[in-house]
Structures are given as C-alpha cells and as structure tokens.
C-alpha cells in the first residue's frame, strides 16, 4: 500500500466552474477526513466519513462543498460554482476508528480560482 | 470552542544546534497531541504524540513535553539538521476524539 492518494495534484480553474477532487485512502482505513489548508495556517476540518456514512461536517463548509464516499473506499469532494476564496491546498486523510489519533494525509491537491 | 496555538511563526536556528518550538492549547479536556512536520507542497507527516497521562516522551532526535498546569506543549528537536527545515504543526484530539485540530504552524529555517 503506498499511502493516502490524492489526484489531481493541482487544478486552475475559472471563477464558477465545477472541480472534483478524489482520494483513495490507506486500504484498511475505515475514517477518512478532508481538511483545507491555506498559505500559512494549519489544516482546517472540513468534513469526515467512517466507512459510508459521513458522520461530522465543518459548519464553515457552505452548501457548494460535497463530499461523498459511496462504497466506504474512495472520496470525492466537489466544489461547485467556485470563488476565488476556495482557493487552497484540500488535504485528505485517512485512519483505523479506535486507534491513535494519527492521522495519515496524502500530498494533497491545490486548488487555484482565477 | 477549542483552540491550538502557537508562540513562534518563524524560527531559525543554525545547523547542529537544538530547537524548540512551542504550542499552546486552550482545551483542557484534550486528552492526545501529534506533532506535524509539513515541507513545502506536500502533506502533514507525523513526528511524535504524546497522551495526557504523560509529560514527556522521546523519539529519534525529538522530544515532546506536555505541560498541562498550563497547557503548553513543545517539541525539542536535537542537532537540527537542513532537513528539518520545514513547518511544525501541533494537533489536539477534538471533542469526542473524532477529528484533529491544528494550530497555525511555526517555520523552522536552519542555517548551514
């Protein structure tokens, strides 16, 4: 297993436009979380899932943000109709419930809105 | 609400000297710290935690204390070396144990 994967790595997009973002956890993992990372500050919760089931999401996630994971493996995380604000590196992360807190991230994807 | 901050934005230090970089919390109910190392474009790795029921533990070349009479908690880092440079972030287990909370971050530049 090599880690928590995240694709696309990188993403411009124009003002309004729809992105997509996936990440594929640590194969055993059954939490996976999506945090948000500006320049200079520290990851910002956003939302997680155990298995399916999305259990908690940040109230600072407006009704543009989506997350899914349909099958309790992968995760996508929509954005639409974009703004220059959700510019930011979208970080996932990955752990066995009842474990350590440790969490395992991925390289993460950076989204820029022009 | 619960908080996680840090003293430092920056810190340089000169290769082979020690460093410290400090956080504080607000959260006395916090029960679980991590220790994060972010480099430039990629993501957090993990570099040591530490539990409530302790004040200190070691790792390779790292060290953590906890102080909780005042809610403080520092990571000691031994002969710095250029690899080091990166950010350091401290995360505290949130409420009901389900999601990390990160503080701002301190940069460590070292100095060859």
């Known amino acids: 297993d090599t880690g928590v994967s995240q694709n696309p790595r990188h993403k411009i997009t124009k003002r309004g436009q729809n992105v997509t973002f996936r990440c594929d956890p640590i194969?055993?993992?059954?939490?996976l979380y999506w945090y948000r990372q500006t320049l200079g500050q520290g990851p910002e919760f956003l939302t997680y899932f155990q298995n399916e089931a999305q259990l908690e999401k940040s109230r600072l996630l407006s009704d543009r943000f989506s997350a899914e994971r349909p099958k309790g493996s992968f995760s996508t995380l929509e954005i639409q109709r974009t703004e220059q604000g959700d510019s930011a590196m979208y970080l996932c992360?990955?752990?066995?419930?009842?474990?350590?807190?440790?969490?395992?991230f991925g390289e993460g994807s950076r989204l820029t809105v022009l | 609400g619960e908080s996680v901050g840090l003293h430092l934005p920056t810190l340089s230090v000169q290769e082979g000297d020690n460093s410290i970089i400090n956080c504080a919390y607000s959260n006395s109910a916090s029960d679980y710290f991590i220790w994060y190392k972010q480099e430039s474009g990629k993501g957090p790795q993990f570099i040591i935690d530490?539990?409530?029921?302790?004040d200190k533990r070691q790792g390779q070349r790292v060290t953590v204390l906890l102080n909780k009479t005042v809610k403080h908690l520092s990571l000691q880092i031994a002969a710095t070396q250029p690899g080091d440079s990166a950010v350091y972030f401290c995360?505290?287990?949130?409420?009901?144990?389900?999601?990390?909370?990160f503080g701002a971050g301190t940069i460590l530049r070292v100095k060859s």
């Open positions: 194969s055993e993992h059954n939490r």
């Open positions: 992360a990955s752990r066995l419930a009842g474990n350590t807190g440790e969490l395992f």
């Open positions: 995360a505290e287990l949130g409420e009901y144990g389900n999601k990390l909370v």
């Open positions: 530490i539990r409530s029921n302790m």
